[in-house]
């Protein structure tokens, strides 16, 4: 690979800091230890205790540290320069003086966690770093090194163009945000119609659960003619993942027809972390049987099964579930308490086009985040390239 400017190996702008830290300031805290550098950000995080059983080294302000074992994948960090204390870490890292007449620190943090060093490493290690990248290993590796003026001009235009691409990420984000509250909003105005008489759950609905009845004693590896049992972590808002489903024998299943999924029954996580998840059986499904976790809800000639999930997964509802449940340590809804919940019940006709609505503009978010995911893609894929620029002496 060709580069605009001479290759120099890292030993003539770093050295190795040998210095380990005193076994008594490691112990009182004195001294904080490194837990990890983040991958993405190259940040040090410290550990909250000071407790160790290997060696250690010691870090002060301003150094360049490295971790042996995860360099490649961008741990590589500054120590504040600002810092009163150094800290210290384990022999699984090196800790290295940056020669500041020489070289700009944060121009080698750029460049040894870019695309161009691994590829320097890939050349010059051929063998690749099946052990720590230790110093007799790292500093002998030639990399590009321009002037100290063109080093931070570098660094200069490379952290403006990160700033707007972190600038961007965070617009992204934030856009994808305001879609879910957008449709949320639009949901509970759709909802909060006051012509539509207010019922409850309980009136529109027959809502059981699973009978106390031992599965796990009958769940199998899924042969010929067993049945899905549909738990907690299987319901989704946008439908079921049975990609993991335990299975029990079909005459079980047969013998418990409470607890046997049709389709157009509408089933509800009632306890735990996805409380309120909700979505409904299609009539393509497999037979399902309803199991631990899940409340089935069959509704009655009030109420369009399709309904009667756009309702329960709407704000209207699920604030409801929050008040109920926001005092308890484990969240949990008994069958008496979904049968309270209240919900809007309009005309079966009035029913159709809010469904037909709703389902519009989910269609019309999800080809927007469909775009958002896009470019969150081509904004992880642009720093790499312009750091490619940058140690090639092409970025303008």
Same mark, same amino acid.
């Given at each position: 690979?060709?580069?605009?400017?001479?290759? &120099?190996?890292? &030993?003539?702008?770093?050295?190795?800091?040998?210095?380990?830290?005193?076994?008594?300031?490691?112990?009182?805290?004195?001294?904080?230890?490194?837990?990890?550098?983040?991958?993405?950000?190259?940040? /040090?995080?410290?550990?909250?205790?000071?407790?160790?059983?290997?060696?250690? /080294?010691?870090?002060?302000?301003?150094?360049?540290?490295?971790?042996?074992?995860?360099? /490649?994948?961008?741990?590589?960090?500054?120590?504040?320069?600002?810092?009163?204390?150094?800290?210290?870490?384990?022999?699984?890292?090196?800790?290295?003086?940056?020669?500041?007449?020489?070289?700009?620190?944060?121009?080698?943090?750029?460049?040894?966690?870019?695309?161009?060093?691994?590829?320097?490493?890939?050349?010059?290690?051929?063998?690749?770093?099946?052990?720590?990248?230790?110093?007799?290993?790292?500093?002998?590796?030639? %990399?590009?090194?321009?002037?100290?003026?063109?080093?931070?001009?570098?660094?200069?235009?490379?952290?403006?163009?990160?700033?707007?691409?972190?600038?961007?990420?965070?617009?992204?984000?934030?856009?994808?945000?305001?879609?879910?509250?957008?449709?949320?909003?639009?949901?509970?105005?759709?909802?909060?119609?006051?012509?539509?008489?207010?019922?409850?759950?309980?009136?529109?609905?027959?809502?059981?659960?699973?009978?106390?009845?031992?599965?796990?004693?009958?769940?199998?590896?899924?042969?010929?003619?067993?049945?899905?049992?549909?738990?907690?972590?299987?319901?989704?808002?946008?439908?079921?993942?049975?990609?993991?489903?335990?299975?029990?024998?079909?005459? =079980?299943?047969?013998?418990?027809?409470?607890?046997?999924?049709?389709?157009?029954?509408?089933?509800?996580?009632? =306890?735990?972390?996805?409380?309120?998840?909700?979505?409904?059986?299609?009539?393509?499904?497999?037979?399902?049987?309803?199991?631990?976790?899940?409340?089935?809800?069959?509704?009655?000639?009030?109420?369009?099964?399709?309904?009667?999930?756009?309702?329960?997964? &709407?704000?209207? %509802?699920?604030?409801? =579930?929050?008040?109920?449940?926001?005092?308890?340590?484990?969240?949990?809804?008994?069958?008496?308490?979904?049968?309270?919940?209240?919900?809007? %019940?309009?005309?079966?006709?009035?029913?159709?086009?809010?469904?037909?609505?709703?389902?519009?503009?989910?269609?019309?978010?999800?080809?927007?985040?469909?775009?958002? &995911?896009?470019?969150?893609?081509?904004?992880?894929?642009?720093?790499?390239?312009?750091?490619?620029?940058?140690?090639?002496?092409?970025?303008?």
């Amino acid at each position: 690979m060709k580069y605009r400017w001479p290759l &120099s190996p890292l &030993s003539e702008v770093l050295a190795e800091r040998t210095e380990r830290p005193d076994p008594v300031d490691l112990a009182s805290g004195v001294i904080r230890i490194v837990s990890k550098i983040g991958f993405n950000d190259g940040i /040090i995080r410290l550990r909250s205790e000071g407790d160790t059983r290997t060696g250690m /080294i010691l870090i002060r302000p301003g150094d360049l540290v490295v971790s042996g074992i995860n360099a /490649i994948k961008g741990a590589i960090a500054i120590y504040d320069s600002n810092a009163t204390q150094p800290i210290a870490a384990t022999i699984h890292y090196s800790s290295y003086i940056p020669k500041k007449e020489k070289v700009d620190a944060r121009y080698l943090w750029w460049l040894l966690r870019s695309n161009t060093f691994r590829e320097i490493l890939n050349e010059y290690l051929p063998r690749g770093i099946k052990t720590e990248l230790k110093a007799k290993r790292f500093l002998p590796v030639p %990399v590009p090194f321009p002037s100290l003026e063109e080093q931070r001009r570098i660094v200069a235009r490379t952290e403006a163009l990160a700033a707007k691409i972190e600038e961007a990420r965070e617009l992204r984000k934030k856009a994808v945000e305001e879609l879910g509250a957008l449709l949320d909003a639009m949901s509970y105005a759709v909802f909060r119609n006051p012509r539509n008489p207010n019922k409850t759950v309980g009136d529109i609905a027959n809502v059981t659960k699973l009978a106390g009845f031992e599965y796990t004693k009958y769940f199998t590896n899924a042969p010929p003619g067993t049945v899905k049992v549909v738990r907690a972590g299987n319901v989704r808002n946008n439908g079921l993942d049975l990609s993991n489903a335990m299975t029990i024998p079909k005459e =079980i299943s047969d013998a418990l027809p409470r607890s046997q999924l049709k389709p157009e029954d509408v089933i509800m996580t009632f =306890i735990g972390a996805k409380i309120g998840d909700v979505t409904y059986i299609r009539h393509d499904h497999p037979c399902l049987h309803c199991g631990p976790n899940v409340a089935k809800l069959t509704p009655n000639e009030q109420v369009s099964h399709l309904y009667l999930v756009k309702v329960l997964q &709407s704000y209207l %509802v699920q604030n409801q =579930i929050k008040e109920i449940t926001k005092s308890t340590a484990q969240p949990n809804l008994s069958m008496k308490t979904i049968r309270q919940l209240k919900v809007p %019940v309009p005309p079966l006709s009035t029913q159709s086009r809010i469904v037909a609505y709703l389902d519009n503009l989910q269609a019309k978010m999800d080809a927007l985040k469909r775009l958002q &995911s896009e470019t969150a893609a081509e904004l992880d894929a642009l720093l790499p390239s312009i750091l490619d620029k940058a140690f090639k002496g092409e970025l303008a």
